[in-house]
């Protein structure tokens, strides 16, 4: 069993705003950080394809984007349907 090291340490902050926009209740919150989430992600992936390191972080930060981007398109279909 090997462990791999990054020299680059891993930015929790995109976690935390991915965490946030996932677990909001309040619908009139969830889109602006959904939006400030997803920012975040960019940035950190960013920083990581310029080092080439955390091949892992940049999957999980990929699958985040995902899931951000079906969760924002599930409100605007949320909303059609009270309209």
Same mark, same amino acid.
């Given at each position: 069993?090997?462990?791999?090291?990054? $020299?680059?340490? /891993?930015?929790?902050?995109?976690?935390?705003?991915?965490?946030?926009?996932? #677990?909001?209740?309040?619908?009139?919150?969830?889109?602006?950080?959904?939006?400030? $989430?997803?920012?975040? #992600? $960019?940035?950190?992936?960013?920083?990581?394809?310029? /080092?080439?390191?955390?091949?892992?972080?940049?999957?999980?930060?990929?699958?985040?984007?995902?899931?951000?981007? $079906? #969760?924002?398109?599930? #409100?605007?279909?949320?909303?059609?349907?009270?309209?």
């Amino acid at each position: 069993m090997s462990t791999q090291f990054s $020299a680059v340490p /891993e930015n929790l902050e995109w976690k935390q705003a991915y965490m946030a926009a996932v #677990l909001e209740k309040d619908r009139t919150r969830v889109v602006d950080l959904i939006q400030d $989430a997803r920012s975040k #992600l $960019a940035t950190r992936l960013d920083e990581l394809r310029a /080092e080439s390191y955390s091949h892992d972080e940049i999957e999980a930060i990929q699958d985040a984007d995902y899931l951000l981007q $079906a #969760l924002q398109s599930s #409100l605007s279909y949320r909303n059609d349907l009270q309209n």
